[in-house]
């Protein structure tokens, strides 16, 4: 069993950063596939970035360029780093992994996933 648990959400202006972070334990990261999803009130949880196993990376349209994910092994977290950040990525923010590989299909999907974090909230005004 996968235990993931955020951390460095808050609250900022719009065009600041932050950079949240996921520790995970039980298990070897290269074996999973690990993601970043949010869900703003009123709507569908969505894929932001995955990382999958190969280091291999995905990104939503909505943040390509502004996004980073990124993990280091020895400390088991996993990272969102966000840069000129928007009024629309308010939301909370959560952790999730598979044990696998996307392989490139559907890595923001996130029915592949079964581990979930808590989330950490993002507020941008």
């Known amino acids: 069993h996968v235990q993931l648990v955020e951390s460095g959400g808050g609250s900022v202006q719009a065009g600041e950063s932050l950079r949240l972070s996921c520790t995970y334990s039980?298990?070897?990261?290269?074996?999973?596939?690990m993601g970043w999803f949010r869900q703003a009130p009123g709507k569908e949880r969505e894929g932001v970035a995955a990382i999958d196993s190969d280091g291999s990376t995905s990104y939503a349209d909505s943040v390509k360029g502004r996004f980073t994910v990124s993990r280091d092994a020895a400390k088991k977290t996993l990272y969102l780093t966000m840069n000129s950040l928007q009024l629309e990525d308010t939301a909370m923010y959560y952790c999730?992994?598979?044990?696998?590989?996307?392989?490139?299909?559907?890595?923001?999907?996130?029915?592949?996933?079964?581990?979930w974090g808590q989330g950490t909230q993002v507020t941008v005004s």
């Open positions: 999730a992994a598979f044990r696998g590989t996307a392989a490139g299909n559907r890595p923001l999907d996130m029915t592949k996933y079964n581990n």
């Open positions: 039980g298990h070897t990261y290269n074996a999973y596939c």
